[in-house]
């Protein structure tokens, strides 16, 4: 494997606070995924490798050229933040352009690569629009037009799905790897596991500032099927609805909450539990308030992991 | 891209973002107050027009000098750095192949000429204005220039400390208006060389009128407590404190790192 991205014993604090733990990675052509929980320590690492952030301990490079206080690396990457922020008084055009202007291209393919990036992004017809009246969905596709407009060979895009519909992710998901499909390297960061999956089967995993893991999407499913959720399920009956789970074998664990109308089940195979659950309602009548999973989040099952 | 080229781009695009701005329009009309002044004093000192340069530089020139361009100043200049910390944007600035120093130029290049513009133009009218009885004269022209000279080293300089500042410190704000209305407004009063450790001194040294050489009221007792420097040295003085701050500036912005509020 030769790494495109390469971080050595990477370590960053805030203060007495660790951002990140003596990370050391190297990252290949074509998608990763960079998955953890809020907080995990994603961000510092993409502010490290995008050189925004200078390491405490350890050193992180671009095809072997360091990053920090290295204009001329960028030339060659692109990067989404995260943060919903924007030059807002400029459209949509004037940010992709101006922000172009930076690697000495002329007008005229300036002009051109903003075109074409907010084409690719459909974004032509809204183009001349204040971005402040922009929807979310279009924020989110101006700042990854930004990020490809100079046709960079990597590109890194710090939670790029997060706050987009269904159909604003399939489409830059899409987007994603059709770059990837033009011989790039993308690291895509995200906390929620089925938007990685989505692009990629190869994801980094980390948590608590630390890489717990590197490989690809069934080695991790296996981890992460093996840990309990919980599923709280409040309704008109919630003992009705306990009867029909009684034998269900992938149920481990059921109880009810204190409000008297929540049923509380512990199962390891979710995906099954909400298909017969979907079955029952139906079949049963019993009417469903609210369905929500108190653990169900990234930081729950890194915790297991951690743990096992 | 070389240095020169990543400072002339920035340069472009903060000039045309910056003049759309709020804060722009803000200050653009604050501005209107001179003018106002000027067409007061017109009206009030009707066919004096022998008093025109005295009240021009004891009344219009201390707005301009001791007010206008400090606020500006301080706004634009402490905005440098700070408002792309703030608004999180610094991101789309630090990874393009720009050479930080570059950025941080480019940057105060472009609000320095926005403000000049807009001190220009509140210049030209409340000067004109005040001396609209005695266009013919000759000596009114360079006199206007001189003004405006005065003013755009007061700009180049003031901006210059208060973008270090910006730069330097998270609060910049607050320390910007203790130096430019407390210790500015001060010190420059102190016999002696201790007013030379004021801009404010060195631009008052390079006003073409000055009522104490000149013929100033009671009030010029008050405002221009000065004793000046030569011109050249002025200049050069003035020269000195933006460069040397632009360079610290500089030097911060590259080695510093900037967090993100959470």
Redesign the interface.
Known sequence: MTAVISATNLSKY?GNVLGLNEVTLDIAGGITGLLGPNGAGKSTFM?LI?????PNIGHVTVHGRKVW?N?????G?G?C?E?D???E??TGF?FVT??L????FSPSEIKDRAARALDIVELTKDKDRLIRGYSRGMRQRVKFA?AIAHDPEIVILDEPLSGLDPLGKRKLIKLIKDFKAEGRTVLVSSHVLPEIEALTSEMVLIHQGKILAQGDIPYVRELIESHPHMISVRSSDPRALAARFVGDRSIQKMSFGPDGRTLVVETHKRDDFFGRLTGVVVEGGIEIEEISSPDDNLQAVFEYLVGK | ?NAK??VR??F??FL??GR??GKTRVFALLGLVPVILAVVVRVVLHGRTGDMAAVFTEVLMVFFLQFYIVILALFYGTSVVAEEVE??????????????PAILLGKYAAYSLLMFLMVAVSLTFSFFIMNAGRLADARLYPAFLGYLGVLGLGILAYTAFFTFLGTFLKKAILVGLVFGFGWENVIQYFPGSTQRFSVVHYLKSLLPYRPMGGGGGGVALLLFRLEPTPPSLAVAMLALIAGAFLALACWLF?TK?Y??EE
Not at chain 1, 71 to 75: E, N, S, V
Not at chain 2, 87 to 100: E, F, N
């Open positions: 805030y502010k995008t050189g925004q952030m200078k206080n204009p001329a690396i960028f030339r990457i990067f933040p943060n922020v924007f030059y008084e400029m004037e101006g922000l202007r930076f690697y000495g930004q | 891209m080229k990543a781009e920035v472009g695009f045309s973002l759309r701005t608004g999180r944007t610094l991101s789309y600035l630090i990874t393009r192949p720009l050479p930080k590259r790192e967090l993100y």
